[in-house]
């Protein structure tokens, strides 16, 4: 059965297989094939059912917040109040109480009183929506887990581009991340994707992919291979990166890629100053990725904040291998 | 059919073939090799029968045995480089992720309007061969034929039909296909163009546009939010690049190369059906 990404709303990402119960907040939810991907669910007594819309509120800004005081004093009701009603009563029913013991609500400008309600239904209803695993999701929602282990989808993108990935070229992928950089270059190509089956070498996340470990698409690489056979060498690592292409480099013919990824931009400008120098490659490029997601909505259109993973997507060398001897 | 081997794999030179001549990071240019032919730049005249009889990857010397050049096999990346300009263009960084959001992979049916200068057509072609295509809608006609004749220069018209249409006026519809995977708009209104281009969707299939102001993503934004498209999600991308050498005291020293650095580009807003 294959995998999605579970999206509580406004809380964390997982994967997910669509069957049997998962957590969503503090309530269980029973999830099955029949779900729609890309739309909210609420969960009203351990089941899915379709969210209504999340009515954005779509005009200017009116109201103003002078007489607002915040003194945590605004709701009336305790703690204890609030799981008594939302057990006997259901979501709904809390937020409207919860509205009409909150003192401050009617002082709130139209969009204020807009999040304080898209606050209080991803709480208590227990929001959530299933995504497909596509590559960036899965890299996405492993790295919002274990930033480390993983990928930020931005990098990832850039990464498959840099490394010429499609249908038909001969890739040789060195993978420090679980298997998200294997499962994302065997999803873009058609043939058979080699392997360097390292000291680390995991492929966990092959699953999410749809792939099976030991899938015939997936063969074994050696430094001992002959020379020059590759169109494209594709590295993830957070180990040193100049010993990993010492090793691999003589396998890629000329003018094959080169495209390496770290966290560690130390990794990365040793390789960028190595290849320049010995001048193994040309059009040698050493960057940072940095992308930032924005809220869009009438007047209010900001950079997003609840972005934990901040801006930087980690570092790439990118570059064409060439031979020195003169024609 | 797709041939054997697409030219982004090319390992030899080939007459008639379209290879990179690379001078310099900033000095990367198309070739397209003829038999006895030769090309002149800033580092003397270079016979193609030359460049022909080494593999890709070589270090190509001059008549003169002075100035050299390195040949390299055609890949996107160095196509939008080395691109003529008829408009502005999209670059790596916000390409990358328009494929990668956009999900195209073999086998996808994708639309794009403008083509533009084909920056990101011949990026799309890529990752959507050996059978999948791009139908991509230009309605400068001038833009529209020199995009076609790249195409076919490239080896690469079985994937992709490029026509002069003014998608605002006339939609997306093509007797090629009959669903799009995704649909890309780099167009100066695409809040316009999206109730058409929903049409042509398949259900799930993702959208993107990209807009160089926020005032286009707003309105962009909002007609998206009215047709009912799901996950709705602008983001700004940009490569910051750097440049790392060991200095006098024999310590690596890395740098902000802030010449190459690109400030803003556009967001990119991305939807699904
Ligand atoms: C900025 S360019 C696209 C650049 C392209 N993305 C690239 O990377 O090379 C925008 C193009 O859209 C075309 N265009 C504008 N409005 C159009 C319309 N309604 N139908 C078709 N093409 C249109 C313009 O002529 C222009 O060539």
């Known amino acids: 059965m294959s995998w999605v990404v579970l999206q509580v709303m406004s809380g964390p990402r997982s994967l997910v297989q669509l069957r049997g119960k998962v957590k969503v907040g503090k309530?269980?939810?029973?999830?099955?094939?029949?779900?729609?991907?890309?739309?909210?669910?609420?969960?009203?007594?351990?089941?899915?059912?379709?969210?209504?819309?999340?009515?954005?509120?779509?005009?200017?800004?009116?109201?103003?917040?002078?007489?607002?005081?915040?003194?945590?004093?605004?709701?009336?009701?305790?703690?204890?109040?609030?799981?008594?009603?939302?057990?006997?009563?259901?979501?709904?029913?809390?937020?409207?109480t919860l509205v009409q013991n909150s003192k401050t609500f009617n002082m709130k400008t139209q969009f204020s009183q807009e999040k304080y309600l898209r606050k209080k239904k991803n709480k208590h209803l227990a929001l959530f929506k299933i995504l497909r695993a596509t590559p960036g999701n899965i890299a996405d929602t492993q790295y919002s887990q274990k930033p480390s282990k993983s990928i930020r989808s931005d990098a990832l993108h850039n990464l498959l581009a840099l490394g010429n990935i499609h249908s038909d070229c001969a890739v040789l992928v060195y993978d420090d991340i679980g298997g998200i950089l294997l499962g994302s270059v065997l999803e873009k190509t058609t043939g058979t994707v080699s392997v360097v089956r390292h000291a680390h070498y995991r492929d966990h996340n092959?699953?999410?992919?749809?792939?099976?470990?030991?899938?015939?698409?997936?063969?074994?690489?050696?430094?001992?291979?002959?020379?020059?056979?590759?169109?494209?060498?594709?590295?993830?690592?957070?180990?040193?990166?100049?010993?990993?292409?010492?090793?691999?480099?003589?396998?890629?013919?000329?003018?094959?890629?080169?495209?390496?990824?770290?966290?560690?931009?130390?990794?990365?400008?040793?390789?960028?100053?190595?290849?320049?120098?010995?001048?193994?490659?040309?059009?040698?490029?050493l960057e940072e990725i940095w992308t930032r997601e924005f809220q869009v909505l009438p007047e209010r259109t900001h950079p997003n904040m609840n972005s934990r993973q901040g801006s930087s997507g980690g570092y790439i060398v990118s570059g064409n291998k060439v031979i020195s001897e003169i024609s | 059919m797709q041939p054997a081997s697409c030219l982004f794999c090319d390992k030899s030179a080939n007459p008639s073939k379209t290879i990179m001549i690379y001078e310099n990071y900033n000095a990367i240019k198309p070739l397209v090799l003829k038999e006895h032919g030769f090309f002149n730049n800033r580092f003397g005249l270079f016979h193609h029968d030359r460049i022909i009889s080494t593999p890709l990857g070589s270090k190509v010397k001059e008549v003169k045995e002075k100035g050299y050049i390195y040949t390299l096999t055609t890949t996107p990346e160095l196509w939008?480089?080395?691109?003529?300009?008829?408009?502005?263009?999209?670059?790596?960084?916000?390409?990358?992720?328009?494929?990668?959001?956009?999900?195209?992979?073999?086998?996808?049916?994708?639309?794009?309007?403008?083509?533009?200068?084909?920056?990101?057509?011949?990026?799309?072609?890529?990752?959507?061969?050996?059978?999948?295509?791009?139908?991509?809608?230009?309605?400068?006609?001038?833009?529209?034929?020199?995009?076609?004749?790249?195409?076919?220069?490239?080896?690469?018209?079985?994937?992709?039909?490029?026509?002069?249409?003014?998608?605002?006026?006339?939609?997306?519809?093509?007797?090629?296909?009959?669903?799009?995977?995704?649909?890309?708009?780099?167009?100066?209104?695409?809040?316009?163009?999206?109730?058409?281009?929903?049409?042509?969707?398949?259900?799930?299939?993702?959208?993107?546009?990209?807009?160089?102001?926020?005032?286009?993503?707003?309105?962009?934004?909002?007609?998206?939010?009215?047709l009912d498209f799901q996950e709705i999600k602008t983001v700004e991308t940009l490569i910051r690049p750097y440049q790392a050498r060991t200095n006098e005291k024999g310590n690596l020293s890395i740098q902000m190369d802030a010449e190459q650095e690109r400030l803003h580009t556009g967001y990119l807003t991305f939807a699904i059906k």
Not at chain 1, 51 to 66: F, H, I, L, M
């Open chain 1, 27 to 96: 309530q269980f939810v029973k999830l099955s094939p029949e779900l729609l991907y890309n739309r909210v669910y609420q969960v009203k007594n351990g089941e899915p059912e379709l969210a209504s819309g999340e009515d954005t509120y779509d005009g200017p800004v009116t109201g103003d917040n002078r007489g607002f005081i915040d003194d945590n004093t605004a709701q009336t009701l305790t703690s204890e109040e609030i799981i008594e009603i939302r057990n006997s009563e259901g979501g709904e029913a809390l937020i409207n």
């Open chain 1, 206 to 285: 092959l699953k999410y992919f749809g792939i099976k470990v030991n899938s015939e698409r997936i063969s074994h690489v050696l430094p001992e291979n002959p020379a020059g056979t590759y169109d494209s060498l594709i590295v993830a690592s957070q180990e040193p990166l100049k010993e990993i292409l010492e090793k691999y480099l003589p396998l890629l013919r000329p003018s094959g890629t080169i495209s390496t990824y770290s966290q560690d931009l130390m990794q990365v400008a040793i390789v960028y100053e190595w290849l320049i120098k010995e001048t193994l490659a040309v059009n040698v490029c």
């Open chain 2, 80 to 226: 939008t480089k080395g691109i003529s300009m008829r408009t502005q263009i999209l670059y790596r960084a916000d390409i990358s992720m328009i494929i990668g959001n956009l999900n195209i992979r073999p086998g996808s049916i994708v639309v794009e309007a403008g083509t533009g200068s084909a920056s990101l057509s011949i990026s799309i072609i890529r990752s959507l061969l050996p059978h999948g295509k791009l139908f991509t809608f230009e309605f400068n006609p001038g833009r529209a034929e020199e995009a076609k004749n790249e195409f076919i220069q490239l080896g690469l018209e079985n994937n992709v039909v490029s026509e002069c249409r003014d998608v605002l006026e006339n939609g997306f519809s093509h007797a090629g296909y009959t669903e799009a995977d995704a649909v890309f708009l780099d167009l100066p209104c695409p809040w316009n163009a999206v109730e058409k281009a929903k049409e042509i969707l398949k259900v799930e299939g993702n959208l993107c546009t990209f807009s160089p102001c926020i005032e286009q993503v707003q309105k962009t934004c909002q007609m998206l939010r009215k």
